[in-house]
């Protein structure tokens, strides 16, 4: 969420909130522990957050074991 701030002389004047974007949090387990599901840059101007990947667009993950044996031949 954003809101719009507005110097008006002494005071501060908070305008309606709106939605910056719209996500899917991952909550784990029964215990909601939103602290650990985003995270802020230092900038304030990007996210990083944790949300359901997309089943179509996943890939599988490869490991390749023994691998400088394979580069010996």
């Excluded at 002494?10 to 599901?37: C, D, E, N, S, W």
């Excluded at 089943?55 to 993950?61: N, Y």
């Amino acid at each position: 969420m954003a809101v719009p701030i507005r110097d008006a002389g002494q005071t501060l004047k908070a305008g309606t909130p709106v939605a910056l974007f719209q996500v899917q949090i991952v909550y784990g387990g029964t215990t909601v522990r939103q602290k650990h599901q985003y995270a802020v840059a230092p900038t304030g101007r990007r996210f990083l957050i944790n949300v359901i990947a997309d089943e179509a667009t996943t890939s599988p993950i490869i490991i390749i074991t023994n691998w400088p044996r394979i580069l010996k031949k």
